[in-house]
T-cell receptor
Framework: AQRVTQPEKLLSVFKGAPVELKCNYSYSGSPELFWYVQYSRQRLQLLLR??SRESIKGFTADLNKGETSFHLKKPFAQEEDSAMYYCALRNAGGTSYGKLTFGQGTILTVHP | NAGVTQTPKFQVLKTGQSMTLQCAQD?????MSWYRQDPGMGLRLIHY???????DQGEVPNGYNVSRSTTEDFPLRLLSAAPSQTSVYFC???????????FGPGTRLTVL
């Protein structure tokens, strides 16, 4: 069974400090990994996907297949980064393509 | 494009009542899903569909029904509401053509 684990429920940092949100997964096939962000009482928005290898709003994430991790990083946190962050996994093919498995989420608070 | 739309935004039900949460997308996505969001549990898949006329159960399907008569619409029916169904419900859609999952704005449901 596939599983996504985000070990930190809450993460607090000060503005300008580096931030890392952890995500570990277990999956036997070929997964796609995503980070979604949810600002207060809004819909989930895609932040990053591992196949794009891009940086969005200063965030990056690298898929480490050996450690089965997809940690989200930003070198200098901003107050507007305060939000709920979800790591999610999707089967890269087949009829399960439309299904996402989510981690429990991490609430990031960036203090001024 | 309106993307993924959901109605209503808020709903209060009494135990035993039934209702339908509406979801529509205008992106011609073949995959549509329903998730529920609960504190500390992330998002969990209720039902999903790989195309018109085809649906399947997700992780937490009990107490919910779905149907997909058109590509655009994917309503979620609560047959007999229970307090355990108090949650925020998100509809989502995605395409197999290199796409990522797009979420609706959510429906906040309270069952008394």
């Amino acid at each position: 069974a596939q599983r996504v684990t985000q070990p930190e429920k809450l993460l607090s940092v000060f503005k300008g400090a580096p931030v890392e949100l952890k995500c570990n997964y277990s999956y036997s096939g070929s997964p796609e990994l995503f980070w979604y962000v949810q600002y207060s009482r809004q819909r989930l928005q895609l932040l990053l996907r591992h196949i794009s290898r891009e940086s969005i709003k200063g965030f990056t994430a690298d898929l480490n297949k050996g450690e089965t991790s997809f940690h989200l990083k930003k070198p200098f946190a901003q107050e507007e980064d305060s939000a709920m962050y979800y790591c999610a996994l999707r089967n890269a093919g087949g009829t399960s393509y439309g299904k996402l498995t989510f981690g429990q989420g991490t609430i990031l608070t960036v203090h001024p | 494009n309106a993307g993924v739309t959901q109605t209503p935004k808020f709903q209060v039900l009494k135990t035993g009542q039934s209702m339908t949460l509406q979801c529509a997308q205008d992106m011609n996505h073949e995959y549509m899903s329903w998730y529920r969001q609960d504190p500390g549990m992330g998002l969990r898949l209720i039902h999903y569909s790989v195309g018109a006329g085809i649906t399947d159960q997700g992780e937490v399907p009990n107490g919910y029904n779905v149907s997909r008569s058109t590509t655009e619409d994917f309503p979620l029916r609560l047959l007999s509401a229970a307090p355990s169904q108090t949650s925020v419900y998100f509809c989502a859609s995605s395409s197999s053509v290199g796409g990522y999952t797009v979420f609706g704005p959510g429906t906040r449901l309270t069952v008394l």
